[in-house]
């Protein structure tokens, strides 16, 4: 009778503790569950925060929409700058076909003009505008402020369309 | 009714069944946990590289516009994928211009990544794929820009 007593204690033991890894196992499934849902949520983020970043990039540093300074020898483009002559396009900004944007204080071909509530990375930032090319002089009058080059506050919202 | 004896060999045996039934469950599942911990891994690094190709290639059509720029090269190493658990023996990065989509594959459960680029044919000739861990080189030989895997 003393030994099927101890035996009854030792399987609920054994059964109780097997109870007890497989509980914590599917508490560590969990948290490997969660940590892959939130690195794919980051690297939805990442690649937004990338074509978003990149655009505002190509927006500063662009030669084929920044303004352009000419001497009788050299020419040379104005990073900041925007000349509203040209005609700027989705390409012109590298944004991926699987993405959308909206840009406000300047055209941009292929943007569009409503905004997005969801998910998207937005900017704000100044640039000097112009319409024609600059010469030497203005230049100079600009960087020691003699006069005021005309400026413009852009307004870049990039998000996922998919 | 079972004698005492036979009841100690029963509960052996629901023991043992339930140790068997216990360690494959167990296994199955940190295997799997495992393997999606290390594509979880993979497709970060995966995206990584995407990124920072899709950012190098864009820096380049700068230099199209600027017609002050003759004489060009730009050069990009590639990083390569590593995983503590296993060794990845092949990635690489296939760029097509035709569908617009930049393609990082590795020989891991054919695990790969993709992203829609905007380089237009135009203005690229990209020659082949590119491995991870080498270097990519691209020139203005004419109106195009050429890159390709040195």
């Known amino acids: ?162 | 009714m079972f004698t005492k004896k036979g009841q100690l060999s029963i509960e052996v045996l629901i023991i043992i069944i339930f140790l068997i039934t216990f360690i494959y469950v167990y296994n199955n599942l940190a295997e799997q946990a495992v393997y999606s911990l290390e594509i979880n891994k993979i497709k970060e690094q995966e995206l990584t590289i995407a990124l920072s190709v899709n950012e190098f290639l864009e820096a380049q059509k700068n230099i199209l516009a600027d017609t002050n720029i003759v004489d060009y090269n730009a050069t990009y190493r590639l990083p390569t994928i590593t995983i503590a658990s296993k060794k990845i023996t092949s990635c690489f990065v296939d760029i097509n211009l035709d569908t617009q989509m930049l393609i990082v594959q590795t020989d891991y459960s054919n695990i790969h990544t993709d992203m829609d680029v905007n380089l237009p044919k135009d203005d690229f000739n990209i020659s082949g794929i590119i491995s991870c861990g080498e270097t990519i080189i691209c020139n203005k030989p004419s109106t195009k820009i050429e890159c390709k895997q040195i």
């Open chain 1, 1 to 162: 009778m003393m030994d099927t007593r101890k035996g009854q204690v030792m399987l609920l033991d054994v059964l109780f503790a097997v109870v007890i890894i497989i509980l914590m196992f599917f508490l560590l499934i969990k948290f490997v569950e969660t940590d892959i849902y939130k690195t794919n949520v980051d690297s939805r983020t990442e690649e937004l925060t990338s074509v978003g970043s990149l655009a505002y990039q190509k927006f500063l540093n662009n030669p084929k929409i920044n303004c352009k300074v000419k001497d009788t020898q050299n020419s040379f483009y104005i990073p900041g700058t925007i000349n509203t002559t040209t005609t700027i396009t989705k390409a012109d900004l590298g944004i991926p076909l699987d993405y959308n944007c909206q840009v406000i204080g300047v055209s941009v071909t292929g943007c569009q003009t409503a905004g997005f509530d969801g998910p998207s990375y937005t900017i704000q930032f100044p640039v000097v505008t112009c319409t024609d090319d600059l010469n030497k002089n203005t230049y100079v009058d600009y960087v020691t402020n003699t006069s005021d080059p005309s400026s413009s506050i852009i307004t870049l919202n990039v998000w996922r369309a998919s």
